[in-house]
């Protein structure tokens, strides 16, 4: 029988490490040409949308559609064999995927033993980001920049408590980035966020706030300069990363410069020179909500943590 998990529940069961761990196996099956990833679409209804993407996993035997608008988030899970296996609300599912996936991409591609992080955002999904590198040990210490100060104090304050590393409120997003060796955006911004001058030599970028092709958060020089590029899915970035689209329609970028993370999964320590940049421009896609889903239905039923649906 179908079961329905809540957020509270979702909460609950997918801890940071075991979700990251859970999208590398994803990516690895991706790798291995076990995984399928469905990209977004849009679905204009009337006045409202519908976002509707999806993915499998064969090992696992698992398949799961994802749909979001104005009424929440919310997956649903699938069985090769059982069919429908459970509806799971997809809001925490989504941060704790996209925080995981910043995490999976950074250990493929950022330098070693990078642990001070600027993070422009302070938001909930500004949140599982810190949560997410924190869990694979590339925090030592976090400069937080958001434009409402009450905001930025109360969630640097929240940050350091949850974490054990310093926290700091930085005075711009300039500020946030200098001397990172890794930074973070996570905004709705439609304009730039974070600028190439601010960078410094060998960061790695985690560009995940924007997924739409009318919202970019970073400056185009960063993705000219940089010596990778990667994103979770290449087809859904040629609908949705706007400062690879524009770049591309300009003639200064070719799409065949954009790696997927599942080659970088499979091929771990690629080379990189010591002053490298690096980017990770995260989409959110449906194979990492297959894969959440199937760690959260699993210790949901072990647990007996669940609603009949």
């Avoid at 995927?97 to 909930?124: N, P, Q």
């Avoid at 970028?253 to 010591?274: F, G, I, Q, T, Y």
Wanted: with cysteine; net charge neutral; charged share 20%.
């Amino acid at each position: 029988m179908p079961i329905y998990l809540k957020e509270s529940d979702v909460a609950a069961l997918a801890d940071m490490p075991s979700a990251i761990t859970a999208l590398r196996d994803a990516f690895l099956a991706q790798a291995r040409g076990e995984a399928v990833n469905v990209p977004r679409t849009r679905w204009a209804v009337g006045k409202r949308r519908l976002n509707v993407m999806g993915g499998g996993i064969r090992p696992s035997a698992r398949y799961a559609l994802k749909a979001y608008g104005s009424s929440g988030y919310h997956v649903l899970l699938y069985s090769e064999e059982e069919g429908l296996l459970a509806v799971i609300e997809a809001d925490a599912l989504g941060q704790i995927r996209t925080g995981a996936a910043s995490a999976v991409a950074t250990e493929a591609v950022a330098r070693r033993k990078a642990g001070r992080v600027g993070l422009i955002g302070a938001g909930r999904q500004a949140r599982t980001q810190a949560v997410a590198l924190h869990a694979i040990g590339a925090i030592e210490e976090l400069a937080v920049f958001a434009r409402d100060r009450a905001r930025l104090e109360a969630f640097c304050a929240g940050l350091a408590n949850e974490l054990g590393v310093p926290v700091r409120a930085a005075a711009s997003a300039a500020d946030a980035a200098a001397n990172a060796d890794i930074v973070v955006t996570a905004t709705t911004s439609a304009q730039p966020v974070l600028l190439n001058a601010w960078l410094a030599p060998g960061a790695h970028v985690n560009a995940m706030g924007a997924n739409a092709a009318a919202r970019r958060e970073l400056d185009p020089e960063i993705v000219l300069q940089a010596s990778l590029l990667v994103t979770d899915d290449v087809e859904q970035a040629k609908a949705e990363a706007a400062e690879f689209i524009e770049l591309h329609a300009a003639g200064r970028l070719d799409w065949a410069r954009v790696m997927p993370l599942h080659r970088l999964v499979a091929a771990p320590n690629v080379p990189r020179a010591e002053g490298a940049l690096t980017v990770f421009k995260s989409l959110g896609i449906g194979l990492e909500d297959v894969a959440i889903a199937s760690l959260v239905y699993e210790r949901a039923v072990a647990s007996r943590r669940f609603s009949p649906l």
